[in-house]
């Protein structure tokens, strides 16, 4: 594995199959980050902070991309090469994938992927993707790594199949075998707007019995239904979310621990303290510190 930093970039060969880059421009002006590529590697563009685009031919067209997404690119045909221009405050992480590589790790469900399947593998792909704050975590942590050169490329490749995990999980919303009611197309609903009330009063979140009555379902249902949909009880759904919201608010910079902790409902900043450890296996302040 190879580390090699040139400024603020940063290449790292996690294998002859997987190349990661970062970058973190502090300049006042824009920077353009240029190198080239191999064909047959799929790129993975994230946007942590600002904005950035990526231009080709010249600037005749480009990708924009801004704070909290992803731009896939795959071009069988020709070498893609990256030229990313990043505006003042940006940060950039890429990964770049070898196309068997990938393959390899979704053969059984390619299928769920478009540009995957049998029909699509020799054509050129572009989407783009919105990041959950749970990857916006794992990428921050990729870029203000600490660990040892000897575990540094099983610590990277464990974090790409992570971020890659998140980014092609195809959920399955309904599984009427298990959970017949669901077949029914109002309980879902009512499953899903019981969802958006708890995230919306997450500080207060309502009782399960208050919020099994405010979307006019059993209790029963609720908790069964719940499970079945987002495969996490409701109380522990609402901990996920707000340890991810968590994370993204102490990555911007903009806020203390105690205005986390009081964003999120919690009575005391160590109530809030050991949550998050539980979570991420770290403190807050300690994760604020490393989202350099």
Known sequence: MKNIKSGTITKIEIDNDI????????????????????????????????????????????????????????????????????????????????????????F??????????????????????????????????MMNENVSDNVKKLYFKGK????LSLLFNISKEMNTEQCPFLADDKNVKKIKM??????ARMSEPPSLKELADQVEISLKNLKEGFKQVYGN??????????????SQMLSTKNYNVNEVAL????????????????????????YLNNSN
């Open 19 to 106: 190349l990661y880059y970062d970058y973190n421009n502090l300049e006042s002006k824009k920077f353009l980050m240029n190198y080239e590529t191999e064909k047959g590697f799929i790129q993975f563009h994230f946007c942590l902070k600002g904005d950035i685009s990526f231009e080709y031919n010249n600037g005749a067209y480009s990708f924009p991309l801004s704070t909290g997404n992803c731009i896939l690119l795959y071009n069988p045909i020709m070498n893609l090469p990256v030229n990313a221009l990043l505006n003042h405050n940006s940060k950039l992480v890429s990964l770049h994938i070898r196309i068997e590589k990938f393959h390899s790790l979704f």
């Open 108 to 141: 059984e469900n390619s299928d769920n992927i478009p540009f995957l399947s049998e029909e699509n593998i020799n054509k050129k792909f572009y989407k783009e993707y919105a990041l959950s704050p749970m990857m916006t975590t794992i990428l921050v942590q």
């Open 160 to 163: 790409v199949f992570e971020i």
């Open 194 to 199: 019981a969802k958006e009330i708890i995230i």
């Open 233 to 246: 009880t409701v109380f522990g759904y609402l901990y996920d979310h707000k340890m991810n919201v968590a």
């Open 263 to 286: 964003h999120l409902g919690y009575s005391t900043a160590s109530h809030f303290i050991n949550a998050f450890k539980n979570k991420f296996g770290t403190t807050p302040k300690k």
